[in-house]
């Protein structure tokens, strides 16, 4: 009876938490490999690595956008041992999003990779991993809900695409690597993600021309056939421990180091029809992050994460900004 009232207090203590967490958003404000393989936050260090053991996470999260859509997210992230050095992680999210042009639901881009244990001492661990995205679709998500915004008139045909903020995929192939260091203390991870593919997004101003708020929608950069630009991350994080707790805090800072480039739609444009690079989509991204588990035992656990921006690009078309992060999941390892 003791241990189940226990459980059921840790449960009520996170479960209190993410209610709170709710004003302030959820999401994730890079393109998703920052969870990815040997760059995942929160990796428990052991003197004797065996990724041959597997793991289940079930995670979910509410919150805003930075401006008005918002996102419930639900996420299955699997991870599967090959042999005692190499994993086989799959992560699967699905996305509900609701703002003042519409709503749209459906499942997010799937992530997978493989990571390798490539060197190891008694003291610390590097790790590596190679993987990818795949788009579940091409970024063209359209709305019925604001239906009434959209203007009349309209060739048949014309596309009525929601700004990327309301779409549940970038629509786009991704190419990921990256690296980490894992002490009993400390964790050290960098990682590279490379869009091979643009999206189909066409998203136009003058197709929601009826909104009444024009200000409202040239907040929702354009997009139409975005190619994102390449994006570098770095993950700090310390790791305090406390019997069945284990508490981390952190940075990660996010670089993407090439412009985005979009098929430029502004009617009247000197580059109009032509593909351009947009000015400002470049520069750092960072979060400070908070990550309180709690372990029931070896096989089970608890975690609540918390984010919160300190800076951003100035041009984000990938519509991925967020002020503030939180998700709460439940691990199981067998």
């Known amino acids: 009876m003791y241990l189940l009232q226990k459980k059921f207090n840790v449960l009520a203590f996170f479960v209190g938490v993410l209610i709170t967490a709710n004003s302030y958003g959820q999401g994730c404000s ?10 995942k936050p929160s990796q428990i260090y052991t003197k004797k690595i065996n ?3 597997r793991s289940a996470e079930f995670s979910y999260g509410q919150g805003n956008t930075t401006i008005s859509p918002k996102i ?8 599967f041992g090959i042999n005692e050095v190499t994993s086989f992680q799959l992560k699967v999210p699905y996305y509900w999003v609701t703002g003042n042009l519409g709503e749209t639901s459906g499942l997010s881009d799937i992530s997978y990779s493989v990571t390798r244990n490539v060197y190891s001492t008694e003291q610390f661990h590097i790790n590596a991993t190679l993987g990818g995205k795949i788009p579940t679709n091409a970024s063209d998500l359209d709305s019925d809900v604001k239906s009434q915004f959209i203007t009349d008139g309209l060739p048949e045909g014309t596309s009525t695409d929601l700004p990327m903020y309301y779409q549940t995929s970038l629509g786009s192939w991704d190419l990921v690597a990256g690296a980490s260091y894992i002490s009993q203390k400390w964790m050290f991870a960098t990682g590279i993600q490379i869009a091979l593919t643009e999206n189909e997004n066409d998203f136009r101003y003058e197709q929601w021309a009826e909104y009444p708020d024009d200000n409202y929608l040239r907040d929702n950069f354009l997009a139409n056939d975005l190619k994102r630009g390449t994006d570098v991350m770095l993950r700090v994080e310390r790791a305090f421990h406390f019997s ?4 981390r805090a952190g940075l990660l800072p996010i670089f993407r ?3 985005d480039e979009i098929l430029d739609t ?5 580059t109009e029809g032509q593909r351009i690079k947009v000015d400002k989509t470049t520069g750092l991204a960072m979060t400070a992050l908070l990550n309180v588990a709690y372990h029931f035992n070896t096989n089970n656990s608890i975690s609540g994460i918390y984010g919160q921006k300190i800076t951003d690009r100035d041009v984000n078309p990938d519509g991925l ?4 992060v939180f998700s709460i999941g439940y691990v199981v390892r067998f």
């Open 30 to 39: 890079d393109a998703g490999f920052c969870t990815m393989g040997a760059m």
């Open 51 to 53: 990724f041959k053991l």
């Open 72 to 79: 419930t997210a639900a996420t299955v992230d699997l991870t």
């Open 244 to 247: 069945k707790w284990d508490i």
């Open 257 to 259: 180091i090439t412009k």
């Open 266 to 270: 502004r009617a009247g444009s000197p």
């Open 321 to 324: 900004t967020r002020d503030n």
